[in-house]
Nanobody
Framework: QVQLVESGGGLVQAGGSLRLSCTAS????????MTWYRQAPGKQRELVAG???????NYADSVKGRFTITRDNAKNTVYLEMNSLKLLDTAVYYC????????????WGQGTQVTVSS
């Protein structure tokens, strides 16, 4: 089985920064794309940023220039550096990993709350 554990969420004032981490563990042969999603109250889950195994990154327009996604393949970990946070960034942030276990399957973390205050 594969587990993803996120950390780094919390309460921050607008304009501040946070760094989220997500580490995969378990029976992992390799990990493909790793992606951060978020879900605000009453809204659908939306893609925030993703990164391929070859470090190609993509971002939602709403976070471009403010968020940076990176990964450490040796640690099976993906990071999300969030700067210039806005009230609209308040949400539960989830990571998803594409894990090879005989075939590629998606696994999700449990989520970490990010709250931006004025």
């Amino acid at each position: 089985q594969v587990q993803l554990v996120e950390s780094g969420g919390g309460l921050v004032q607008a304009g501040g920064s946070l760094r989220l981490s997500c580490t995969a563990s378990g029976s992992i042969s390799s990990i493909g794309a790793m992606t951060w999603y978020r879900q605000a109250p009453g809204k659908q889950r939306e893609l925030v940023a993703g990164i391929t195994s070859s470090d190609r990154a993509n971002y939602a327009d709403s976070v471009k220039g403010r968020f940076t996604i990176t990964r450490d393949n040796a640690k099976n970990t993906v990071y999300l550096e969030m700067n210039s946070l806005k009230l609209l960034d308040t949400a539960v942030y989830y990571c998803r990993a594409e894990v090879w276990i005989g075939a590629f399957r998606y696994f999700w973390g449990q989520g970490t709350q990010v709250t931006v205050s004025s």
